[in-house]
């Protein structure tokens, strides 16, 4: 698959199966992460990768209802970094951007071997970084579900990701969020 085709076939799908999560298959997420970019080449990402069916159910608390669709993920991954390891240029604080690109590489190697990497902002920062022992220093970014896309619609979705599963939502057009040579607003 090129990685056009990758980044097409993406999807944030929410009904998902269950798939084997193994050793080799962290590792193989991990190391395509490892190979983006970063300022300095300081690498400020940091994944915890939950797979432990018992500490998967001791999440579960941390979401809110509307992602309760979580429950079905094989894996889930906490992504998390904090500004004092990459570059801060002024107000430019790095290790946000970095973490992102490296959190794309994943789930592009993720979508790329068949399966859903979806990244969610809904969960309890505090109780997820208590219950995975991340220092209080770091933010956590994300938590991204890995599975496999289901034609069973889960139960706990609303009509709205309902929709989501079957069509991809629409796209902002070029002239909404591109420019060309200076930013001057599309009337």
């Keep these: 698959m090129s990685v056009s085709d990758t980044i097409k076939e993406r999807r944030a799908y929410r009904s998902l199966d269950q798939v084997s999560i193994n050793d080799n298959l962290i590792r193989d ?4 992460a490892s190979l983006s ?3 300095n080449n300081n ?8 797979y432990d069916k018992e500490l998967l159910v ?28 990459d570059c801060q240029v002024k107000n430019r604080v790095y290790n946000l951007f970095d973490t992102g690109m490296a959190t794309a590489f994943l789930i592009l190697r993720a979508t790329e071997l068949g399966l859903v990497a979806h990244p969610v902002a809904g969960y309890d920062e505090e109780g997820v970084k208590t219950l995975l022992r991340i220092p209080q220093e770091y933010q956590v970014i994300t938590l991204i579900n890995i599975g496999k896309h289901s034609d069973k619609i889960n139960p706990y979705l609303t009509d709205k990701q309902i929709r989501s599963e079957s069509e991809r939502p629409p796209r902002k057009k070029f002239d909404e969020f591109a420019y060309l040579n200076l930013y001057k607003p599309y009337s």
């Design 43 to 50: 690498e400020p990402w940091h994944f915890v990768f939950v």
């Design 37 to 39: 970019a970063s300022c």
């Design 29 to 32: 997420l991990a190391y395509h």
């Design 58 to 85: 001791k999440m579960y608390p941390l979401f809110p209802r509307g992602n309760k669709w979580m429950e079905q993920s094989s894996m889930i991954i906490a992504v998390f970094s904090r500004p004092g390891e």
